[in-house]
Structure formats: C-alpha cells, structure tokens
C-alpha cells in the first residue's frame, strides 16, 4: 500500500512548510513556503551559509541597508528553492508592515523584482501577508498588478472573508495555532475531529466552496499527523518535515475528508467591510490574539535575522 503522505497528495497538494532544501529534496512537495522563522534557522545551518554570503557580499558592494540585505537573503532561499520544487514558493513581507497598506505593496512589488532579475517569474512566487485588514487591501491591489498572494495568520472565517473579496490567490489557516489557545484555556482534551483548528478549517473550506470562491485554501500549522488526516482533501496543506516523515512511513488506508462536492454546513454569505471586520475580530478572542502573538513572533524573528545578516555585514567591512 503507498504512504500516508503518498495517499494525501493524491488527495492534496503537499507543500514543504520548511528553508531547508534537503528535506525538501527528500519529500518532494510541489510547493514550499518560508517565513523570517524558518529563514533566521536555515540560514544559521553551514549548508546554506554561501547564500548568507552572497546576500551580505552584495549588500557590502553596495552599500546597502541592513533591511535590503535582509530582503535580498530571503530571495536567495526563495530562488533556491524554486530550482527544486515544480510550483510556488512563499516568500513573506515584513511583519512590521502588516497594518501598512502602502509600504506593504511597496514591499511585495520590490521582492518580485528581485526575484525577476534572478529569471523567477512572478508566476512561480507567492507574497505572504499579514491577513489584517489593511493586509487584504494590499492583497487586492497586489493581485490587479498579477502578484498572487499568500495571507498568513488566518485563525478566523472573518479574515477568511476579507482575503476573499480582495481576490487573494491562496490564505493560510493556521490550525495547530488554534488548537494551542484552546488548550491554553481550558479546553480539550480533543480527538482529530473535535480539533479547533480542524474545525476552524473546514468551515473556511466549505464557505469558500459552496459560494464558489476561487481562493485556494491552504492547512498550516500543524501539530500532528492526526490534524493533516482530518483535513485530507483540502486544497493544499503545508507540513513540516517532521510530519512529513511521519506520513511517509504510515502505510494505513488514508479517508478523504474534504471535497468540493461534500462541501456542506456553509454560513451565510457575509456582506464584509471595514467596520464589520474589525467588530468580528474584537469578538473572536482566540482569532485576535493570536493573529497579534502572530505578527509579534515574526517580527521577533525577523529582527534576530536582520541582527544576523548586520553583524555579517560589520565583520565583513
């Protein structure tokens, strides 16, 4: 009988929710999708220390800011990584811009040029965004200039709404993310299929199908096998190479457990704007503080990278 992980991206595609590039050469995902966390690991591995090296030898020929380098090191693994994949590659805007409609297309358009001097066609890359309001804003403007986008951070079906009506290519529902405030506050103890984050999902997925929503729904966040087989079927799930090993060594039958055709229990359509938004977030506890704990963790991050790559730069001047 083929794997567990086998069976799934017969049901799914499989995404490598990893910077490192052996794993992903092991797993053969067809997409990968990198953050400031997993780029700030990756990048302190010796394998990947000539793409540190090239992005500080650059910014040192010219003089450039420490947050440029910064940018050009995540476009170093992004083009990497599109050489070993045959689809998508996320690479993530600041964290730091997520409530800045403006500096965030600004941003997102300034990586896609890196990556096309490099020959990586808009086609292949994904811009992750802060699924916040004015993130959605920057999504919509962004996929009118044919960027597609990445909203990160979903932890509700409002956000799940408004990246919708802003045409968003594909959104990011984080599941493990849920499961850990629910825990965290007295909840549990839960089974796969009592999951919060499990749950979350599939009512975003059956939202999107029953009216006919082209945005891509894409499981992240994962903190066990049992989460990835309850949403087997949903459109793309991104794993980490742990998980991923995992499934490849369960050879047990593998049930689909979301299609477009099974889609049901959808809510009523939502007629979203600014106000309404922003009001479903206040009362969904859970949704904003971790969206918040979200965007707080990686800016962290992003901050001990551009430490990283600024001490690089110092010890190379």
């Given at each position: 009988m083929a794997s567990k992980l086998e069976q799934l991206a017969s049901m799914s595609t499989v995404v490598s929710d990893t910077g490192d590039m052996e794993a992903i050469r092991t797993f053969k995902p067809t997409d990968a999708t990198t953050n400031p966390t997993l780029i700030l690991?990756?990048?302190?591995?010796?394998?990947?220390?000539?793409?540190?090296?090239?992005?500080?030898?650059?910014?040192?020929?010219?003089?450039?800011?420490?947050?440029?380098?910064?940018?050009?090191?995540?476009?170093?693994?992004?083009?990497?990584l599109t050489k070993i994949v045959p689809g998508r590659v996320s690479t993530e805007v600041d964290a730091d811009l997520s409530f800045d409609t403006a500096a965030t297309i600004v941003k997102a358009r300034s990586l896609i040029a890196d990556y096309a001097s490099r020959g990586v066609s808009r086609e292949r890359i994904l811009i992750k965004v802060a699924a916040t309001w004015e993130g959605a804003q920057a999504a919509a403007a962004l996929q009118k200039d044919g960027i597609d986008c990445n909203m990160t951070l979903v932890f509700s079906l409002t956000q799940a709404v408004a990246c919708a009506n802003a045409g968003a290519f594909l959104i990011s529902p984080f599941v493990g993310r849920i499961l850990d405030w629910h825990v965290k506050n007295g909840g549990g103890p839960y089974t796969a299929e009592t999951d919060p984050g499990v749950l979350s999902v599939r009512a975003i997925y059956a939202y999107y199908k029953a009216y006919d929503i082209s945005t891509v729904v894409m499981g992240a966040s994962f903190r066990n096998i049992g989460e990835i087989e309850a949403l087997a079927g949903c459109d793309r799930l991104t794993i980490s190479p742990q998980l991923l090993d995992q499934l490849s060594k369960d050879q047990g039958a593998l049930a689909r457990k979301l299609s477009p055709d099974a889609a049901k229990g959808a809510p009523p359509r939502i007629a979203l704007d600014e106000k309404l938004f922003r009001w479903m977030m206040n009362e969904d506890a859970m949704a904003t503080e971790k969206l918040a704990e979200g965007i707080r963790t990686f800016n962290h991050d992003l901050g001990a990278l551009r430490n990283l790559v600024g001490a690089r730069l110092a010890a190379a001047a």
């Amino acid at each position: 009988m083929a794997s567990k992980l086998e069976q799934l991206a017969s049901m799914s595609t499989v995404v490598s929710d990893t910077g490192d590039m052996e794993a992903i050469r092991t797993f053969k995902p067809t997409d990968a999708t990198t953050n400031p966390t997993l780029i700030l690991k990756a990048s302190q591995l010796p394998a990947y220390a000539h793409l540190v090296e090239e992005a500080v030898s650059w910014g040192r020929k010219g003089a450039a800011s420490t947050h440029a380098v910064t940018d050009r090191l995540a476009v170093n693994f992004g083009a990497e990584l599109t050489k070993i994949v045959p689809g998508r590659v996320s690479t993530e805007v600041d964290a730091d811009l997520s409530f800045d409609t403006a500096a965030t297309i600004v941003k997102a358009r300034s990586l896609i040029a890196d990556y096309a001097s490099r020959g990586v066609s808009r086609e292949r890359i994904l811009i992750k965004v802060a699924a916040t309001w004015e993130g959605a804003q920057a999504a919509a403007a962004l996929q009118k200039d044919g960027i597609d986008c990445n909203m990160t951070l979903v932890f509700s079906l409002t956000q799940a709404v408004a990246c919708a009506n802003a045409g968003a290519f594909l959104i990011s529902p984080f599941v493990g993310r849920i499961l850990d405030w629910h825990v965290k506050n007295g909840g549990g103890p839960y089974t796969a299929e009592t999951d919060p984050g499990v749950l979350s999902v599939r009512a975003i997925y059956a939202y999107y199908k029953a009216y006919d929503i082209s945005t891509v729904v894409m499981g992240a966040s994962f903190r066990n096998i049992g989460e990835i087989e309850a949403l087997a079927g949903c459109d793309r799930l991104t794993i980490s190479p742990q998980l991923l090993d995992q499934l490849s060594k369960d050879q047990g039958a593998l049930a689909r457990k979301l299609s477009p055709d099974a889609a049901k229990g959808a809510p009523p359509r939502i007629a979203l704007d600014e106000k309404l938004f922003r009001w479903m977030m206040n009362e969904d506890a859970m949704a904003t503080e971790k969206l918040a704990e979200g965007i707080r963790t990686f800016n962290h991050d992003l901050g001990a990278l551009r430490n990283l790559v600024g001490a690089r730069l110092a010890a190379a001047a």
